[in-house]
């Protein structure tokens, strides 16, 4: 499985970016994929996830603001950010996991940086 993740730029506060995360490989329909992110200086942290059935789970920070969906056919998850702030300046990343299973695969990141 090999991840690609796309969308990154540069957005002014309040505005909004959308994110994807392509999956190549078989058995996506099975998989969670999370996001995550990294600003400089600091740890990963997860941002949100969807399940194979659609679940999603955010992190508070970020609750109301972002959304993830997933297109099954596309093997792609998107992330839809709203109302972005400096503070959401960081690499986002996704992860592709299954339930029970060890493996993972993590996409190349991709930057999003907000400014005025």
């Known amino acids: 499985v090999q991840l690609q993740a796309s969308g990154g730029g540069s957005v002014q506060p309040g505005g909004s970016l959308r994110l994807s995360c392509a999956a190549s490989g078989s058995a996506f329909s099975l998989a969670i994929v999370g996001w995550y992110r990294q600003s400089a200086g600091a740890q990963r942290e997860f941002i949100g996830r969807i399940t194979a059935g659609g679940s999603t789970l955010y992190a508070d920070s970020v609750k109301d603001r972002f959304t993830i969906s997933r297109e099954q056919v596309k093997k792609t998850v998107y992330l839809q950010m709203n109302r972005l702030k400096p503070d959401d300046t960081a690499v986002y990343y996704c992860?592709?996991?299954?339930?029970?299973?060890?493996?993972?695969?993590w996409g190349q990141g991709t930057l999003v940086t907000v400014s005025s």
């Open positions: 992860r592709l996991y299954y339930y029970g299973r060890s493996e993972e695969y």
